[in-house]
């Protein structure tokens, strides 16, 4: 089941999608940031898959209800994104996951692309976080604070990749390492978008199989209840 919920935030209240698993619970959590279409059906889809899994499952919005399907209107979003909001939303949907019935203490996050960013950028700066899974994606580096990180991170990238290219994906996962923190990191031999199952043209299904079965496997090993 999947469900539309409101987060209070400072900066008003932000949509988001929420997908309930079976059984009463408590389930571990986990926050799902969206690429740079926005929440749009691909995202409630894999918070449903997360929740079959077992998960409470919520997909944020940080683009205040807008999504698209045309990467001209994509590209518009984008560049009117704001990582500084983004994080106020992620520490609104924290405290939403931690106070729900259904949930635990342990809230984990993912993202891809866009929401791949995210995600490393909220485990460096959103407290209350308990393990990260980045799909390619690199936030700025002056998001990348991980002297205080002690959750550890699974990097999922393209082997190719002309937006986030192998080289800097390194140099992060060094920069973290050397700040002790726990960062495995693969590359695919699908390219940007690998995970994206409604777009032919960017899916790769022995990719986007490797890293969910690699997802779900780090998660349960670091994110019980």
Same mark, same amino acid.
């Given at each position: 089941?999947?469900?539309?919920?409101?987060?209070?935030?400072?900066?008003?209240?932000?949509?988001?999608?929420?997908?309930?698993?079976?059984?009463?619970?408590?389930?571990?959590?986990?926050?799902?940031?969206?690429?740079?279409?926005?929440?749009?059906?691909?995202?409630?889809?894999?918070?449903?898959?997360?929740?079959?899994?077992?998960?409470?499952?919520?997909?944020?919005?940080?683009?205040?209800?807008?999504?698209?399907?045309?990467?001209?209107?994509?590209?518009?979003?984008?560049? #009117?994104?704001?990582?500084?909001?983004?994080?106020?939303?992620?520490?609104?949907?924290?405290?939403?996951?931690?106070?729900?019935?259904?949930?635990? #203490?342990?809230?984990?996050?993912?993202?891809?692309?866009?929401?791949?960013?995210?995600?490393?950028?909220?485990?460096?700066?959103?407290?209350?976080?308990?393990?990260?899974?980045?799909?390619?994606?690199?936030?700025?580096?002056?998001?990348?604070?991980?002297?205080?990180?002690?959750?550890?991170?699974?990097?999922?990238?393209?082997?190719?990749?002309?937006?986030?290219?192998?080289?800097?994906? #390194?140099?992060?996962?060094? #920069?973290?390492?050397?700040?002790?923190?726990?960062?495995?990191?693969?590359?695919?031999?699908?390219?940007?978008?690998?995970?994206?199952?409604?777009?032919?043209?960017?899916?790769?299904?022995?990719?986007?199989?490797?890293?969910?079965?690699?997802?779900?496997?780090?998660?349960?090993?670091?994110?019980?209840?």
């Amino acid at each position: 089941m999947i469900e539309t919920v409101m987060l209070a935030t400072p900066n008003g209240p932000a949509m988001a999608a929420l997908a309930t698993p079976a059984g009463d619970g408590p389930h571990p959590a986990i926050i799902i940031c969206h690429e740079w279409w926005g929440l749009n059906d691909d995202m409630r889809r894999i918070a449903e898959r997360f929740a079959r899994e077992g998960f409470l499952a919520l997909a944020v919005d940080f683009y205040e209800g807008k999504s698209t399907a045309d990467p001209e209107e994509a590209l518009k979003l984008v560049m #009117q994104f704001q990582t500084d909001h983004a994080l106020v939303v992620t520490t609104a949907a924290v405290a939403f996951l931690k106070s729900h019935p259904r949930g635990g #203490q342990e809230v984990s996050i993912t993202g891809f692309c866009l929401g791949g960013a995210m995600a490393i950028a909220a485990i460096c700066n959103v407290p209350g976080l308990h393990a990260g899974v980045p799909f390619y994606g690199l936030p700025l580096p002056k998001y990348l604070h991980f002297d205080k990180v002690r959750a550890p991170l699974l990097g999922h990238f393209a082997e190719t990749d002309a937006h986030v290219p192998a080289e800097k994906v #390194q140099a992060v996962v060094e #920069q973290a390492r050397a700040a002790g923190v726990s960062f495995e990191c693969h590359f695919y031999q699908g390219g940007h978008g690998f995970m994206r199952k409604p777009d032919p043209q960017s899916y790769h299904a022995e990719s986007a199989q490797l890293a969910w079965d690699r997802t779900i496997a780090f998660l349960k090993r670091h994110a019980a209840v």
